[in-house]
Structure formats: C-alpha cells, structure tokens
C-alpha cells in the first residue's frame, strides 16, 4: 500500500481519506483485513498512535471494525467509503476551479485545459 502523506497538514485525517479512497476504489474488499496499525505505520512514515486514531476514527465512521485479537476489517457496506471518495472529488474539484478563476480564467478556458491535460 503507497501513502501519500504531505506532513504539513494533520496526518491523521489523511489517513482516513485515503484508507476510504482505498475502499471506494476496491483496493481494500469489503470484510478484508487491514494491515495492522504497526505495519501501516511503517509503510506510511508515521507514528503507530496516529494509524491508531485513526483506524477508531474510521471506526466511529462505519468504514472499518476491529475484532478484539484479530485486528481491523473493512465493513461488509462500503457506502460510507464511497460518499468520502465523492466528497472529497467534489471539494478539490471546487479547489481547483477557485485557484485558476482566481488567476483570471473563465471555466470555458479551465474545461479546454483539463481536456488537453496529459494525465499520464
């Protein structure tokens, strides 16, 4: 699993968006078993209280559930995943076509950039 992490900014909200982004996406199944919070701290560069807090949050959410000894698990429902994934699209979206208005560009002129955009 590949985190991209800006330690800017809090981590542990990262953390839930992008273990949703990851649900949303199929990378992580419904009722799989997540990395544990050790393991994910190491492969994100972070501090295991931080995965922690994070994986209750997401607890909290109904995205993931713990089984004492065994560890965490993607919920059966990922429809709360999904609705962050969309969110979060949304809000970027919205950031994106704010900061480039804010340059002085129409969004006719935004639309034609992100169309000749190399993705790749």
């Known amino acids: 699993m590949k985190w991209t992490l800006d330690k800017a900014t809090p981590l542990c909200p990262q953390i839930c968006e992008q ?13 799989e078993k997540m990395f544990s919070v050790r393991e994910t701290a190491v492969l994100a560069g972070v ?3 931080t995965v922690q807090k ?17 560890g965490w698990f993607v919920c059966e429902d990922i429809t709360k995943a999904k609705e962050t994934l969309e969110t ?11 900061s480039l208005k ?15 955009w190399d993705y790749e």
């Open 47 to 49: 501090n295991p209280n």
């Open 54 to 70: 994070a994986f209750e949050k997401l607890e909290l959410d109904g995205i993931l559930y713990s089984v004492r000894g065994s």
């Open 102 to 116: 804010a340059l002085g560009l129409d969004t006719n002129s935004i639309k034609n950039y992100v169309k000749e």
């Open 88 to 98: 979060l699209v949304a809000q970027k979206t919205d950031a994106y076509f704010t």
């Open 19 to 31: 273990v949703c982004v990851k649900i949303a996406l199929g990378e992580f199944k419904p009722g």
